[in-house]
């Protein structure tokens, strides 16, 4: 990571020498990724929605101007720019520095800094000590940056030499004396301290000075990382999950889009317009040829809408294809249409060779697929569904045709005969967005739909049952609990899985867990409550005024409802905290709650499908198993929902 | 007011309504000078732990009435911030670590180092020693029971254990070999009966004697259940004559028509259904092993004896899994359709059966 930081300013250094936007000229092989060489320079060339970066437009010039009323500067401090990674965050901002002319004051972390430290707290203070000066000086000295007294080289070199501090600056493009801070590279805040501190330091920033100068506005960018479901400490499960969000947002004013994934049609146009900048502009050492629309869909595909690796995966491909096509060395991008055709002619077993070489590493899956892949239990020679295309059937044959039938079994484990499974659990595991403990969750969540009795029923459950306990003992992460719970899961379910709509739902654990939680601190009050009556009743305070959590829960529960009836009635008792009803009022309801369903475009784990309809969602077009017709849903759950109540 | 449980509890060893022969070991305990480490284990609600504070008060007089409640907060090794409720006197220190989760070892080190290197600094104390008292002794993890331990043997010149748990069953042996094990059984009906008049006298009024066996019978042995129905009772209806209504806590009803629709229908909507219900009991803080325990007695009440041992014997197997795991939903689960197919192939049975003799 810090290695491709370094390259990425190494060649904004460089490109701020040559102002030259649209014309550009690479007259040399530089070996730097593409990532960094055709870097977007312009709002045309982002793959961004419109629409986004016209949002952190709008807050930019807000934050520089006040807006049309001149008002909302002071409420424009802080900007978050998150979404998953590769979405173009970083690349937003420094387009739309360019184009409204303000200067990026960016923080980074040094490592060399860090890794000398040997008494880690000591040093480690010292290193947000740094972190704090280098906000204040931003916020403060900006005519030492914005004047042009001395030329931008010079500037660089007096701020590192006289801080030792990382503090590094863009190279102002031209004397506004607007300039921002980027936070990217957050000191560490997971340590407690530190945190408070961060918080403190950027609100100290955000509180209007009475001094006629505002501070610059800054903007942190954060990444969401991966998901994870909850391990062993249920609060690993909060703030493993997205710490940075959350820790980072805990200051008001705060307030920014969140980036989607980037959708396919704007990265196909995005990186066709690169493989043309590529070929066309410097022909001398271009080599390779373009790769085939074939290949760019592939790479568009496989990218999940992080356009980072799918740059990353287009220039891969070209590498490897450099051995076979020797003969279109160098290419114009009128030519690229027929060659293109050529290489379609000479044959698509080469371009399938490169494109597995690239996708296989990249092809990530969609939780959702996941979920159907595993419930739908697909196995050899099942019929194929109805909804599917002749072309798919055709594929499911061919894998078909590749699956080795398990031996036989002796006649005493006949039970356990099953076809051959069409679902590859290493795949799955590699490929799996969520890890064991949460794709338990969504088994268990989902698995009853899919059974068409209680025998089936057990095989699953009891596999998670056994999953869990085995987890119990060893270590965070064993790698047994992915393989046990597909494995125990296909095994149980019915071969083929009845087709009745099923929908798959989000799992209801952690609303229930928060809801113990809550109760939890109920008995808590009462406990609490209890204490302080006793103490109050004029007997001295007793021995035992320990009632353990437990013995409230199950067993005060009568007297406090009596307790309730009684002051209904009006005899004077004095009250329980209110929130005794969390855990002693349980009426009997019929019927299920149903968990929120399952989306395609859902990346698993609680409130993070909230994300707002985008026009670009409409337009990805994701491959894997197809939706299941989710029309005629109504029929099954309807059944459920008629079960007559107990007595 | 208080509690009426915590009103008419005993405060001295004289008191103690019934194990009259328990009362008089600990005094002659007490007063002997040498005091050990002791075990008080047996059913909830049986008195345990008015026993231990009448033992303290003979220990150390009156003084160890005059309590404090502090909360203490405790860093687990992982930075996260515990706090733990203690109730102090000048002698002894009481502290429930199951509260702390999985730090509860963080705790029973950090505590009991601090009250071991520290002298009775009273010269007036009638003991040399301080006295902990550890509650819920079998929810401590291993690591805290190992921890203890050492601790015990370390430190005994300047401090006693009391430990306070419902079964021996869970805690290592060396723990239950260093201490002198006290088991507390339940009341026998006569005796509850006893107490309950007992407390009716006090309150001046009356106690019908069907009511009185009404209140016994329903609580099970649990002294502290009795009572506490007994109150309810009393508000609900003052005279306490007539046909007495015991209402039984809302979970347990709950879990009983959980029960009953375990027994109805063995269909994989019918898991969804009991499943539902498990979480409504689970966010409505009722440990999983009762809800489990409760269900099963309730189910094995309803089906034919054949079944009885087996589904007892998945309960605890289950009951064995969700003590190590994390999810007890699973578990439960697990033995809900574990039950719901044994119970099914029966069904079956007896209706084949029946179609046999027909034809």
């Known amino acids: 990571m810090p290695a491709a930081k370094k390259l990425r300013t190494a060649k904004l250094d460089l490109s701020s020498e040559r102002p030259t936007k649209k014309l550009r000229v690479y007259d040399t092989d530089d070996g730097r990724l593409w990532v960094d060489r055709y870097e977007p320079k312009t709002e045309e060339d982002l793959a961004v929605h419109k629409r986004k970066v016209e949002d952190v437009r709008r807050w930019l010039l807000e934050a520089f101007d006040g807006g049309p009323s001149a008002k909302l500067q002071k409420y424009r401090r802080i900007l978050a720019l998150t979404g998953p990674a590769g979405t173009a965050k970083t690349t937003t901002l420094r387009v739309l520095a360019r184009e409204l002319g303000f200067d990026i004051l960016e923080w980074r972390n040094s490592m060399s800094d860090r890794g000398s430290s040997r008494g880690t707290r000591e040093e480690f203070e010292a290193l947000f000590d740094k ?164 290949i760019l869909d592939i790479v568009v595909e496989s ?135 949460l794709l338990g969750l969504y088994i268990h969540q989902n698995y009853t739909q899919f059974c068409n009795d209680v025998d089936e029923c057990d095989g699953v459950c009891d596999g998670l049952s056994w999953m869990d306990w085995v987890g119990g003992h060893l270590p965070a992460h064993t790698p047994y609990a992915f393989p046990v719970a597909t494995l125990s899961t296909l095994h149980a379910l ?32 009462v406990g609490a409550w209890l204490g ?116 | 007011m208080s509690l009426w449980v915590d009103k008419f509890r005993p405060r001295t060893l004289d008191e103690l309504h019934y194990h009259e022969g328990l009362s008089a070991r600990l005094k002659s305990l007490a007063a002997s000078g040498d005091f050990p480490h002791m075990l008080f284990y047996g059913p909830s609600g049986a008195g345990k732990k008015t026993r231990i504070s009448c033992t303290l008060k003979q220990l150390f007089g009156n003084g160890v009435e005059k309590l404090k409640i502090d909360q203490r907060v405790f860093i687990s090794p992982s930075k996260r911030k515990l706090e733990i409720n203690i109730v102090q006197s000048n002698f002894h220190i009481e502290i429930t670590p199951s509260e702390a989760g999985n730090y509860d070892r963080v705790v029973i080190q950090e505590l009991l180092k601090e009250i071991a290197q520290t002298q009775q600094v009273d010269l007036n104390a009638k003991q040399r020693f301080k006295v902990v008292i ?62 309950l008049e007992h407390v009716a006298k006090k309150l001046r009024f009356d106690l019908p004697p069907e009511a009185s066996q009404q209140i016994v019978a329903d609580s099970g042995g649990n002294m502290r ?39 109805q229908e063995q269909t994989p909507a019918r898991v969804m259904e009991v499943r539902s219900k498990f979480y409504e009991l689970l966010s409505h803080c009722i440990p999983p092993t009762v809800i489990l325990k409760t269900v099963a007695e309730r189910v094995v009440e309803r089906v034919d004896e054949n079944l009885k041992a087996d589904i007892m014997h998945w309960a605890a197997f289950y009951e064995c899994r969700m003590r190590i795991g994390n999810k007890k939903i699973y578990h439960l689960e697990a033995w809900v359709v574990k039950v719901m197919s044994l119970y099914k192939v029966t069904k079956h049975f007896v209706y084949d059966f029946d179609m046999s003799e027909f034809e």
């Open chain 1, 131 to 294: 972190f704090q000066a280098f906000l204040t000086r931003a916020s403060t000295c900006q005519n030492v940056f914005s004047s042009n007294t001395s030329g931008p080289s010079s500037s660089q070199a007096r701020t590192t030499q006289s801080s030792q501090s990382s503090a590094q600056t863009q190279t102002p493009s031209d004397s506004s004396k607007r300039h921002l801070i980027l936070l990217e590279d957050l000191p560490n805040l997971l340590h407690l301290p530190t945190q408070a501190r961060f918080h403190a330091a950027l609100q100290s920033l955000c509180t209007p000075t009475a001094s006629s100068v505002p501070t610059p506005p800054i903007v942190v960018i954060i990444s969401d990382s991966g998901l994870r479901g909850e391990q062993n400490d249920d609060d690993n499960w909060e703030k493993g999950r997205q710490w940075g969000k959350k820790e980072v947002l805990d200051v008001r004013n705060v307030l920014g889009p969140e980036f989607n994934p980037i959708a396919p049609t704007l990265m196909t146009k995005a990186l066709q317009a690169l493989l043309a900048t590529h070929f066309s502009s410097s022909s001398s050492h271009a080599k390779g040829k373009p790769p085939t629309r074939d």
């Open chain 1, 532 to 647: 302080r009556e006793e103490a109050s009743g004029g007997l001295g305070v007793s021995a035992s005024a320990g009632w353990s959590h437990t013995t409230i829960a199950t067993e005060l529960g009568g007297w406090l409802r009596a307790v309730a009836s009684g002051s209904a009635a009006g005899t004077t008792v004095p009250q329980p905290p209110r929130s005794h009803r969390l855990f002693s009022h349980l009426p009997w309801s019929s019927g299920i709650k149903g968990g929120d369903v399952l989306g395609e475009d859902d990346e698993g784990g609680g409130e993070d499908g909230l994300r707002d309809e985008d026009e670009e969602r409409d337009v990805r077009v994701l491959g894997g198993v197809k939706e299941e017709d989710l029309d005629d849903g109504a029929g099954w759950w309807a059944e459920a929902d008629d079960i007559e109540e107990a007595e």
């Open chain 1, 303 to 437: 990218s999940n809408g992080d356009i980072r690796s799918a740059v990353m995966a287009l220039q891969f491909a070209c590498i490897a294809a450099l051995p076979s096509g020797s003969k279109s060395k160098s290419k114009s991008a009128g030519t690229k249409k027929q060659s293109q055709s050529k290489i379609k002619a000479e044959g698509g077993g080469n371009a399938r060779a490169v494109l597995e070489a690239v996708t296989r590493r990249e092809q990530s899956l969609v939780l959702f697929h996941l979920m159907g892949k595993v419930l739908y239990n697909k196995r050899k020679n099942d019929p194929p569904a109805t909804h599917l295309s002749a072309k798919e059937a055709a594929k499911e044959r061919d894998l078909d045709a590749l699956l080795v039938d398990p031996p036989p079994l002796p006649d005493w484990l006949h039970l356990h005969e099953r076809r051959a499974s069409r679902v590859c659990i290493e795949t799955l595991a590699s490929d799996s967005p969520i890890d064991s403990s």
């Open chain 2, 225 to 263: 259940k009795a009572l506490l129905v007994f109150e309810a009772l009393k508000m609900q209806s003052p005279d306490l004559s007539g046909s007495l209504k015991i209402a039984k806590p809302d979970w347990e009803t709950y879990c009983h028509k959980v029960a009953d629709l375990i027994v």
């Open chain 2, 134 to 195: 550890i509650n819920e002794a079998d929810s401590l993890s291993r690591d805290a029971q190992a921890a203890l331990r050492r601790t015990m043997e370390k430190y005994m010149s300047n401090m006693r254990i009391i430990l306070c748990a419902n079964s021996t069953s869970r805690l290592i042996a060396p723990i239950k070999s260093r201490c002198l094990l006290m088991r507390v059984a339940a009341p026998s009906p006569e005796e509850m009966q006893t107490v």
């Open chain 1, 494 to 525: 019915p071969s083929p899985v009845a087709r009745r709509g099923q929908k798959v739902c989000k799992p209801s654990w952690f609303e229930v867990r928060t809801a113990e939680m809550e109760a939890w601190n109920g008995v808590g009050d």
